[in-house]
């Protein structure tokens, strides 16, 4: 059985390469969307009280749902991050760079940063929506 590509990134002519993101995917296959996942473990404990150490926790739980319905982080088509400061944010752009490579790789789908007033659980400085799109199989 042979995966076909799971997608296609949308970069139209003369546009300047997105960085660390794509404009646009064309994805085809079974889809997975998750809610709007945090930066606790599995038994809702928060380890991490930075931003960087929530997000790279919040990927990891996003990894752990995927795995659940058979998809991996290649697989991911979207990511919707709301934060609850900019300015933190980007002062640890690099850091924020090495987690998201550490725990995804170097595959960059289409994404958004939203800055918040607050996130419904207080200790939570981060929460990300995910979808992702499991390629359909030839044979």
Not at 47 to 76: C, K, S, W, Y
Request: net charge negative.
């Amino acid at each position: 059985m042979t995966t076909l590509t799971p997608h296609m990134f949308l970069q139209p002519d003369g546009w300047v390469p997105a960085k660390g993101y794509a404009n646009g995917v064309l994805a085809e296959g079974r889809l997975i969307f998750t809610g709007g996942l945090v930066g606790w473990n599995e038994n809702q404990e928060w380890i991490e009280t930075d931003m960087v150490g929530q997000f790279r926790q919040t990927l990891q739980n996003i990894v752990a749902v995927l795995a659940e319905g058979g998809a991996r982080p290649e697989h991911l088509v979207r990511l919707t991050w709301y934060i609850t400061d900019k300015q933190e944010y980007n002062a640890n752009l690099r850091a924020f760079g090495a987690a998201y490579r550490e725990v995804i790789g170097r595959h960059f789908p289409a994404m958004a940063v939203v800055q918040v007033v607050a996130l419904m659980e207080d200790a939570a400085l981060i929460e990300i929506e995910a979808t992702a799109v499991i390629p359909n199989s030839v044979t």
